[in-house]
């Protein structure tokens, strides 16, 4: 039953490509789901995001777009 010192053949080695696979997600791949990840957002829509969910006001919306319209 046992072939090749102990091993059953190809299995011993399939089973390392396994751990081998098994490992390098574990370590290599982002903790983060692919096709999710949040892509960096510049200054302007950060600021219409916060606009967005209310947490300024149209006038500081409007006085913040201008300065950073201007630091361009």
């Known amino acids: 039953m046992h072939l090749y010192d102990g091993h059953f053949g190809g299995m011993h080695l399939i089973w ?3 751990w081998i696979i098994l490992l390098a997600w574990i370590f290599f791949i ?3 789901i692919p096709y ?3 892509k960096k957002q ?3 829509d950060l600021l219409k995001n916060r606009f ?3 947490e300024i ?3 500081e919306f ?3 777009k201008k300065i950073l319209k201007s630091d361009n």
Do not use: R, V, Y
Request: charged share 35%; net charge negative.
């Open 16 to 18: 390392w490509i396994i």
């Open 30 to 32: 982002p903790a983060d």
């Open 36 to 38: 999710q990840k949040t």
């Open 42 to 44: 510049n200054p302007l």
């Open 52 to 54: 967005a969910k209310g």
């Open 57 to 59: 006001s149209k006038e």
């Open 62 to 64: 409007e006085e913040s």
